[in-house]
Structure formats: structure tokens, C-alpha cells
């Protein structure tokens, strides 16, 4: 067996959890292998919108097994608050749900930090969502953090107590007051909540299943253009969010994985700072926007929206070796008249049709090609043959252009509207 591995190709926001939870079906476990709960995964269905930020897009199916993986960092409070959600709906939360042991805590003094930090950078700020991401990170790079296998330990107090100590020091060097001892109570409520919960070595579980031919796919969070690596640096989140990203927050061998599905919108989104060669800054902009209800899940924060960007989406394509494409959102595009898609670059002079290691608006303008839109409504479709012809030119155009074939074609928020053109995933 192999273990499919499920990514988005843009700056996050693709609808990654959406797909996820369509495919479930196929699959005995899903296992979220890097980011924290910075990352809101948005499901609909039976006209009920569900925001998840920490647990798998799996959770809401019967048959399969949840897992958050070693790559993972994990908020007790927000996790606590979500399981709560969850289990109000009638979600069995205990059998379904396992911690791996190596995943990293982010303590009440990470999201502090995280807050000082980019209060310090003032206008050069990066666009983080405070959530205490990067500083849990920091600290499992510096071999100074916690991890979940820790809090069972008769000296995990000690071992939060000389953390906090060394954070406190590093905060008093900020121009920042904040009271620890209103967010500790809550913190530790949650841990003692989550020793309750089944935590397991992830990366044995994983490859006994590989041995009993389990079916495995691996969730990521974010997008590849908010690679810490690969990504639009230091515009980027603290992870991998890569295919590569999967071996090591999951403890699977690189050999083992199979299909890569890679999501991106039939548009661009952004939050936050950082490079974005097509946005938008007209009506054009703000109607995207809109229409495809453009603010972000966990923050609210407007996105930025742009065209297509074909060089940046080849360039994902090849750094995760997708091997299928799944476009979303093709319903916002209605309406328009024509469709712009970016295919390169006018860059210091001169024409080039890849993304370069510097992207700064100041250093390229886009290239485009104009198509033909459609102003069918495509939000009561169920077949894929059902399309208008403009759209189908639009899919084969990205299908050429990146050498991928698109399997799936989402027309609207909820898993009915989802239009597949594979019969492997059917």
C-alpha cells in the first residue's frame, strides 16, 4: 500500500478540507502531518458549515481513524474547544481520534511571544495569525519544547516551568504587558482533558497499517508557496508544507507515498503580507472576493485576490510531484466575461515563464492570457458533463499548461457540489 498525500498549491485557503472529507470514504485513516491551529480546514454539508483547526477532515466519517501527527503543533485550549464542537454533534471523538506523542505543545507564553514579536515589527510585520505557531517551532528546532508524550511524565511541570522561565526573559526585552495568570488556568484544564484522549508513536501505528494494507491519506495545511523552505521567505508559515512535509510529520518513508492531490482555487487568494504577482486591486478584486466569501476561517481577515497564476501553480506542481489536480471554487468565476490567467512574467527586463526566487512587485509584472468566461450558474450541477463549454476551454488550458490532469472540479462550499471526472475516485 501506499499513503496518498493531499496539499495545496497556492498560499493556503485552497479548500483542502472539503476535498478531504469528499475522499474519506476511500480511506481508513487521514493523518494531518505539519501546522497547528493557524489553519482552518471549512467543511459543508446537510447546510452546515464546520470549521476545523487542529483535528483531520476525516472526523466527520464513521469509518476512519484521525490522527495528528508528530508534525503537528497543538493548542490544548483550541483543541479542547474543537473536540467539544465535535462531540455536541454527536462525533465519536475517543475512538477516532489519536495524538502522536512527538507532537509539539504550544504553551499560553508561545502565543505571547508570537503577539511581541510581530507588535515589534512594526509595518515589516509578516502577516501572523498569533496563534504561537512560529515560537513552538522555534523551540522544537531549538530542542527547548514540549511535546505531548511529555505531559504524562512526573516532571512535565518542571520541564513547562523552565520554558515559561526562559520565555518570560525573552519578553522582557518587548515593550509588551500581558498576564500569564489568566491563561494558564485554562491551559492546564486542557492538558489534564487531553491525557484522557489515546496517544500514540504515530510512526509505528502508521507503518503496521502500511503491513495490514490500511489506505492512508495525509492532510496538509496551509499551501506550498507558505513553505518555510520553498515558500515566498520570510512571507511563509514555520513548517513544511510540502509533499516532503508528510515523511517527516508522519513518520512515512518517501518511497512509500502514492498519489499526490494537489487543491488550488481557479483563482489566487493570499492573507496577510508577502508577494502576490496577479492581486487585484479593482472591483474585479473586491466581486472575487465576495462572491467567494474571501475572509479567512479562523481570522475573519479579508484575503487578497487575484488571478491565476499559472508559473507560481507549475512550480508547486513540480516541487510535491502532483500527480492530480483538483480545482476549487470554479463557481465564483461566473459572471465574468473574460478570464484572465497569468502564463509569465516580465521580470527585470525580461520575458520568463517560471516563478523566481525573488517575486517582489517591484521586480515583475505579470503576462496574461485572456479567456473565455461563463455565466452559467454552476452551484446545481452534479455531473461533470454538465459544464459549459467555456470551462471545460478553461481546465484543458491549465491541464496543458501543467502537464496534470484535473480530477475534480468543486462548484460550491458543500461536498454535494462537487463534480469528479475520474473514475478512480469515484
Not at 473565455?372 to 458533463?385: C, E, V, Y
Request: glycine share 10%; hydrophobic share 35%; with cysteine.
Amino acid at each position: 500500500m501506499k499513503v496518498d498525500v493531499l496539499l495545496g498549491l497556492q498560499w493556503g485557503d485552497e479548500g483542502k478540507g472539503k476535498i478531504v472529507d469528499v475522499l474519506t470514504p476511500k480511506y481508513d485513516i487521514i493523518g494531518r502531518f505539519q501546522g497547528g491551529p493557524n489553519a482552518g480546514h471549512t467543511l459543508e454539508f446537510n447546510g452546515i458549515k464546520h470549521v476545523l483547526r487542529t483535528i483531520p477532515s476525516g472526523i466527520f466519517h464513521k469509518t476512519a481513524i484521525n490522527i495528528i501527527g508528530n508534525g503537528v503543533v497543538i493548542d490544548p485550549v483550541v483543541l479542547m474547544a474543537e473536540i467539544d464542537a465535535l462531540i455536541k454533534m454527536g462525533v465519536d471523538i475517543k475512538s477516532k481520534l489519536l495524538f502522536s506523542k512527538r507532537a509539539h505543545l504550544i504553551l499560553p507564553t508561545h502565543r505571547l511571544l508570537d503577539a511581541a514579536s510581530e507588535a515589534a515589527k512594526g509595518k515589516e510585520k509578516i502577516g501572523s495569525t498569533l496563534k504561537g505557531i512560529g515560537p513552538t517551532y522555534m523551540d522544537k528546532t531549538g530542542r527547548n519544547g514540549i511535546r505531548v508524550g511529555d505531559i504524562a511524565l512526573p516532571n512535565f511541570k518542571s520541564k513547562y516551568d523552565a520554558l515559561v522561565e526562559k520565555h518570560k526573559q525573552i519578553l522582557s526585552h518587548h515593550n509588551f504587558e500581558y498576564n500569564l495568570d489568566e491563561m494558564e488556568p485554562e491551559w492546564f484544564k486542557a492538558i489534564e482533558q487531553l491525557k484522557t484522549y489515546t496517544q500514540i508513536e504515530s510512526e509505528h501505528f502508521i507503518n503496521e497499517a502500511f503491513q495490514n494494507n490500511k489506505s492512508i491519506l495525509a492532510e496538509g495545511a496551509q499551501g506550498s508557496l507558505l513553505d518555510i523552505d520553498f515558500g515566498s521567505y520570510p512571507f511563509v508559515t514555520s513548517s513544511n508544507t510540502i509533499c516532503a512535509g508528510a515523511c517527516t510529520g508522519l513518520g512515512i518513508a518517501p518511497n512509500r507515498i502514492g498519489n499526490v492531490y494537489g487543491i488550488f482555487k481557479a483563482y489566487c487568494t493570499r492573507v496577510g503580507s508577502g508577494p502576490f504577482p496577479t492581486e487585484l486591486f479593482d472591483e474585479v478584486g473586491d466581486e472575487i472576493r465576495n462572491n467567494g466569501r474571501e475572509f479567512g476561517s479562523v481570522t475573519g481577515r479579508p484575503r487578497r485576490t487575484g488571478w491565476l497564476d499559472l508559473p507560481a501553480l507549475k512550480y508547486a506542481v513540480m516541487i510535491n510531484g502532483v500527480t492530480e489536480l483538483m480545482m476549487m471554487k470554479a463557481d465564483v468565476l461566473s459572471g465574468f466575461d473574460t478570464i484572465k490567467v497569468c502564463t509569465g512574467y516580465n521580470y527585470q527586463g525580461e520575458k520568463i515563464n517560471y516563478l523566481p526566487y525573488d517575486y517582489s512587485p517591484e521586480l515583475l509584472t505579470p503576462i496574461y492570457t485572456e479567456l473565455k468566461g461563463w455565466n452559467q450558474d454552476l452551484t446545481g450541477l452534479n455531473d461533470i458533463n454538465q459544464i459549459p463549454a467555456s470551462l471545460a476551454e478553461y481546465i484543458a488550458f491549465v491541464e496543458k499548461e501543467t502537464g496534470v490532469p484535473i480530477t475534480i472540479v468543486s462548484v460550491g462550499p458543500d461536498r454535494t457540489q462537487t463534480l469528479i471526472r475520474s473514475k478512480e475516485l469515484v
